[in-house]
């Protein structure tokens, strides 16, 4: 007796995630574009804290991660199927974007590099990388269920879930800078 192997077919994205996932990516876009409008140099450059990051501090950040995290997404395509993600929830990541509570310092890789001195020139990076994910999450039949990141034990519709919810967070924390005290007016 012998085995016989064979690969079963990918099963792409539901209707349901491919709508939840083009919906969020869709929504922090437009929102990050909106929070950054009519922002001066003062505005752009200022700091709550020595701690704290500027606005172009946080866009400087999303220009930095957001395409690690594409370049991790795309390489967990390359891994063999039947990756065994952690047990938490879609939802899970989702909320990720919204609970401001809990703060965690970025990996050095990912923090802002002082490279970016116009917002109109990062925030254009990071729509063209956005369109690209869109253009991806719109049109792909990829199984991203069954693949998944080792290093966070998500599978890769949740990583990308993740990705759209990561702008998510820093635009809150946009609108955290806006609302300190002694933001400048102009």
């Known amino acids: 007796m012998f085995a016989c192997a064979f690969a079963l077919p990918a099963e792409p994205m539901t209707k349901l995630e491919r709508e939840r996932l083009v919906a969020h990516f869709e929504m922090t876009g437009r ?11 003062a505005q752009l450059a200022w700091r709550p804290s020595q701690e704290k990051w500027s606005i172009l501090e946080v866009l400087d950040h999303l220009t930095v991660a957001e395409p690690q995290y594409w370049q991790w997404l795309q390489e967990g395509l390359k891994e063999p199927a ?17 609970d401001r509570t809990e703060r965690n310092k970025t990996a050095g890789a990912r923090e802002p590099k002082g490279q970016l001195t116009d917002a109109a020139d990062g925030l254009k990076k990071f729509q063209k990388l956005r369109g690209a994910m869109l253009d991806y999450a719109r049109s792909t039949n990829d199984d991203l269920r069954s693949h998944g990141v080792q290093k966070s034990k998500t599978d890769l519709y949740q990583w990308f879930l993740m990705i759209s919810s990561h702008s998510q967070r820093h635009i809150l924390q946009i609108q955290e800078i806006k609302a300190s005290p002694g933001y400048p007016k102009k």
């Open 31 to 41: 929102w990050l574009s909106q929070e950054l409008a009519g922002l001066s140099q």
């Open 82 to 98: 039947g990756f065994a993600r952690g047990d938490s929830p879609d939802e899970g990541f989702l909320w990720y974007g919204i």
